[in-house]
């Protein structure tokens, strides 16, 4: 049998099978030892075939090979990474310029992941209807940055139902992934859209301006309108895995786009002579937050792990 994992708690997966129906199902021992270089698995989205064992309970005995996946460090095991989820085909950075705020630098982890992994993003700007000038004057320069790269983006408010039908058009008949901080509104997005669920929210808390975690696993859940959902658990920082040192400029669109113009093949754009990308950032073609997250993500022990 054939089935889709819609929930993962650790040690037990909910499998979703083409006519619908579901099962709760174990996977066999050999399949936490053959794949040690993640702390789980499988994960959701995950396609597998299974079978039923003499005390009818569902035996994961297969996963798929996944078309791509989100993936970030293990938050305590740094030299392993937990896959978020697979199987993507459209992916929603859920971004708010405050309560809390989400940085430069977690946009572009999240955008470099995607861009490694060969997943679309689309840049939810969410709680548009609570900003004051200068956040708005924030949110014009967020999307200035991105959109001029070429990323897709929407304002929108999951609060007042500000562009959801854009969103919802977006999301039809797609396995989509909503992602972001702790408290920028992905469940209560999803509940605007799909009302009957009724996912916990939470608010965001006072003291630090940070969310507060009400997703605790990844789950995916089937939209009325065709398609499916992935909410996962807020995120506080997205670790770069599984990427070469040399790859890294590939991930940023606008400096691949003028790495053969610089003189060296080998450029890294950082002290080399005549390097194009360096003058592009001194004519602000490249915006500096974003060739600063480079040089930072550059200089990190993330690569080879």
């Known amino acids: ?74 938050v305590n095991l740094s030299k392993k990474t937990h896959i978020i989820a697979s199987n ?83 999301m039809k008949d797609n396995i989509s992934l909503v992602s972001g901080h702790s408290g920028v509104g992905k469940s209560t997005l999803i509940n605007a859209l799909h009302p009957d669920l009724n996912l916990k929210t939470h608010q965001v808390s006072d003291f630090n301006s940070k969310g507060q975690h009400t997703t605790t696993f990844a789950q995916m859940f089937e939209w009325p309108f065709g398609g499916f959902i992935i909410d996962t658990p807020g995120i506080k920082e997205f670790g770069l895995v599984h990427l070469e040192k040399s790859e890294l400029q590939n991930y940023f669109p606008e400096i691949f786009e003028l790495r053969s113009e610089c003189k060296f093949d080998n450029c890294i754009h950082v002290n080399e002579p005549k390097c194009a990308v360096q003058d592009a950032v001194e004519s602000m073609q490249i915006a500096p937050s974003r060739y600063e997250n480079y040089v930072t993500f550059l200089e990190e022990e993330i690569y080879n792990q």
Do not use: C
């Open 1 to 74: 049998m054939k089935g889709i994992v819609t929930k993962s708690t650790g040690s037990w997966y909910h499998l979703r099978t083409e006519d619908g129906s579901t099962y709760q199902a174990r996977i066999r021992g050999k399949f936490r030892i053959a794949n040690i270089k993640h702390t789980n698995p499988i994960a959701v989205g995950d396609e597998v075939d299974f079978e039923i064992d003499k005390d009818d309970v569902a035996v994961i005995t297969k996963i798929h090979d996944r078309k791509n996946y989100i993936i970030r460090k293990s």
């Open 88 to 170: 993507i085909d459209v992916a929603f950075l859920v971004v708010t310029m405050a309560n809390p705020k989400t940085s430069f630098g977690f946009i572009d982890r999240f955008l470099i992941t995607a861009e490694a992994y060969h997943i679309p993003v689309v840049i939810l700007f969410n709680k548009i209807d609570a900003y004051t000038e200068d956040e708005l004057e924030d949110l014009a320069l967020y999307k200035h940055i991105y959109n001029t790269i070429g990323y897709e983006s929407l304002d929108i408010s999951a609060e007042t139902g500000l562009n959801l039908d854009l969103v919802k058009e977006r």
